[in-house]
């Protein structure tokens, strides 16, 4: 009788650290924030120790604590690493350094449509608005992969492919007249993921873009082609929906 109720409890024990394998714990401040992570130590008559999942361990007395609970983990498979599929990501930014542009930080708004090939590696087209003197529509293939699986997921990724003009003829200091054609872009970085949910993040990226403006000025002599040719960084911020 004795061995059967051990082993009894001994299943139940079992059953219930399986059952919050998903869960979080959870600590309530008085003052209505919460902190999500793993409790490491608690001392009803003084405090509390938790840590947060990037790492950082938090003590808070136990007179400012209003509760200590359990939640169900937020599940972040589809947003980050663990599935194949569709992705869609609008990002905003600026191209940041000096340069002969009267622009010294162009803004631009982009969109890309993504497929997960792999759970990790995802291909893509990106296009989007660059307000240069002449407006550029960007058009090219977006490569990323992500490094690791950790709830601030680190990926790089790779760009390239074409500027587009969609401003007509543009008048240049000089006095003369250019219109704008097509030029060439390639833009390496690296970023990092936010999830806000399970199927939706936020994101950040730092990258190094170069790219050339194409305009040419036609005379009855001869055309005259003239290239910026343009190195900056690209920061940008963005939401990433699955």
């Not at 390496?188 to 199927?199: E, R, T």
């Not at 005259?224 to 929906?241: A, D």
Request: some cysteine; overall charge positive; glycine content about 8%.
């Amino acid at each position: 009788m004795k061995t059967s109720l051990l082993s009894f409890f001994a299943i139940l024990i079992c059953l219930s650290s399986y059952a919050q394998k998903d869960m979080d714990d959870v600590v309530y401040l008085k003052n209505g924030s919460k902190i999500i992570g793993t409790i490491l130590q608690v001392f009803p008559d003084s405090i509390v120790q938790i840590q947060q999942m990037g790492g950082s361990i938090w003590i808070f007395p136990m007179k400012e604590v209003s509760m200590i609970a359990k939640e169900n983990r937020l599940k972040l498979k589809s947003t980050i690493y663990n599935e194949k599929g569709y992705q869609f990501s609008v990002d905003a930014g600026v191209l940041i350094a000096a340069g002969i542009n009267e622009y010294k930080a162009p803004l631009s708004v982009h969109v890309i449509n993504s497929y997960h090939i792999t759970p990790s590696f995802a291909a893509g087209i990106g296009t989007g608005l660059e307000f240069f003197r002449i407006t550029q529509m960007p058009l090219y293939v977006d490569l990323r992969y992500s490094l690791n699986k950790k709830f601030y997921s680190p990926y790089i990724f790779m760009q390239g492919g074409g500027m587009f003009p969609l401003g007509n003829k543009q008048k240049e200091y000089d006095g003369s007249t250019y219109k704008g054609e097509t030029g060439f872009m390639v833009n390496p970085g690296i970023g990092f993921l936010f999830p806000l949910s399970d199927k939706s993040a936020f994101s950040i990226s730092l990258s190094y873009r170069y790219h050339e403006l194409k305009s040419v000025r036609n005379t009855p002599l001869t055309d005259y082609t003239r290239i910026e040719q343009m190195n900056r960084f690209n920061f940008r911020i963005g939401f990433i929906l699955r």
